[in-house]
């Protein structure tokens, strides 16, 4: 699952941290997983945490170890991502079939 649409208009780094951690929901990650997750050096990566805090993007919660989560307001909800799936693939018929 990825973020909202409305937040993807960041940096990649940015981006591509939010997709992570909605990805991973409840759970949260730390950030040596985050950094396993995408594709960029530990600086970009701290320096886009740092971004997405700055915005109120995330949470970091420090209780045995630091974990990073998406604030709810970044979560997409189930049912319209259910919902946009089933246009993209209705319109994909239609581009298909020439309708």
Known sequence: MAAKPEYRDRPDVEVALLDALVDR???GMTVLEL?????ADIDAV???LSALKEDSLITVESEERVRVYPHDRVVPDPEDQVEADSETLVDAVRDRLGL
């Open 46 to 48: 701290e320096e886009a």
């Open 25 to 27: 929901g409840d759970d």
């Open 35 to 39: 950094r396993a997750a995408v594709d």
